[in-house]
């Protein structure tokens, strides 16, 4: 006598696709949210004077916790992380030195601002570090820090040094007012710099 092989019946094969369907879906709800993408605006405040020669503005230098397209956001206790739901536009000291440039072309009459590799000749080299860029939720505040060094491109020389900071309140942590504190804060530091530049290297170094 010849033993016959149950064949799967069709309503435990139903089953089946619905438990397949069921966790397939399941893995697509629980994957992470999309981000919303935010950018920063550079002011375009006309401040007179101009920038002395040709000016190369670098990539501002960051620690690794800065070199993102996220934000940052540091508890009482020092412990970092990130804004959730949120990006920014462009790689963060990418995006800093972009505004940067924009906002010299427009509060300055400058012969000439550019970056590193434009091929030109320049007569110096607007170097900065990116110091802080977060919100700190205990005291409810954007804070943004960046030191700016001129340096003499053939000398080397550093002829103007300077530290820059601001800090604007953010209220309730959450994206779309975390940006727009920081994006205020960054508008204060960068005519700032675009006011010390335009003042020239004599007025700088004081």
């Known amino acids: ?14 089953r089946g696709v619905v438990l397949s369907g069921a966790l397939a879906l399941a893995g697509c709800l629980g994957g992470p949210a999309a981000l919303t993408t935010y950018d920063l605006s550079a002011p375009r405040a006309r401040l007179g004077g101009s920038i002395p020669g040709q000016v190369v503005v670098a990539t501002p230098a960051a620690i690794q916790l800065y070199q993102s397209d996220r934000i940052v956001v540091r508890d009482a206790a020092g412990a970092v992380s990130l804004l959730p739901q949120a990006q920014l536009a462009d790689q963060l000291p990418a ?28 007569d110096y080299q607007l170097a900065t570090d990116l110091r802080a860029f977060r919100i700190d939720a205990a005291s409810g505040e954007a ?14 020389q550093v002829v103007a040094a300077r530290v ?22 960054l508008d204060v530091i960068l005519v700032d710099m ?13």
Do not use: C, H
Request: proline share 5%; net charge positive.
């Open 1 to 14: 006598m010849t033993s016959r092989v149950p064949l799967l019946a069709p309503r435990s094969l139903l």
């Open 95 to 122: 995006l800093i030195q972009a505004r940067m440039i924009e906002t010299f072309e427009n509060a300055t009459r400058t012969r000439s601002v550019s970056r590193p590799g434009d091929r030109i000749n320049p």
């Open 143 to 156: 804070v943004i820090e960046i030191s700016a060094r001129l340096v003499q491109d053939r000398t080397g």
């Open 164 to 185: 820059f900071s601001a800090r604007r309140p953010v209220g309730a942590i959450e994206a779309a007012g975390a940006v727009r504190a920081l994006d205020e804060a």
């Open 194 to 206: 675009a006011r010390w530049l335009a003042a020239g290297r004599a007025a700088a170094r004081a």
